[in-house]
């Protein structure tokens, strides 16, 4: 069982950055993959990224590639996601969650996941 609580949202200006943490609990930590989703009011969950348990491997899809990173502290049972350059498309709900490190490939749609945060907000001003 891992329970996964995230912070660190809040407003910010577009241009500007915020760092997200997501702190775990559970022993077994450095063997998931762990991954950020977002929710728009009125939109599906998308991905946002995912850092691999045995390669530190990240993914991005390409409306984050370049300006959102994603990083791991396993001494610390932490995810972090360093957003930079914020949209006001970037506005959402903020989820981390974990999946079983089965593969080496991380998954990138939210089915692939068994654990989930409660979320953190994140809105971008114009």
């Known amino acids: 069982q891992v329970q996964l609580v995230e912070s660190g949202g809040g407003l910010v200006q577009a241009g500007g950055s915020l760092r997200l943490s997501c702190a775990a609990s559970g022993r077994t930590f450095s063997t998931y993959h762990m991954g950020w989703f977002r929710q728009a009011p009125g939109k599906e969950r998308e991905f946002v990224g995912v850092?691999?348990?045995?390669?530190?491997?990240?993914k991005y899809p390409d409306s984050v590639k370049g300006r959102f990173t994603i990083s791991r502290d396993n001494a610390k049972n932490a995810v972090y996601l360093q957003m930079n350059s914020l949209k006001p498309e970037d506005t959402a709900v903020y989820y981390c969650?974990?999946?079983?490190?089965?593969?080496?490939?991380?998954?990138?749609?939210?089915?692939?996941?068994?654990?989930w945060g409660q979320g953190t907000q994140v809105t971008v001003s114009s």
């Open positions: 850092i691999s348990w045995s390669t530190d491997h990240t």
């Open positions: 969650a974990a999946a079983r490190g089965y593969s080496n490939s991380p998954p990138m749609g939210s089915p692939g996941y068994d654990y």
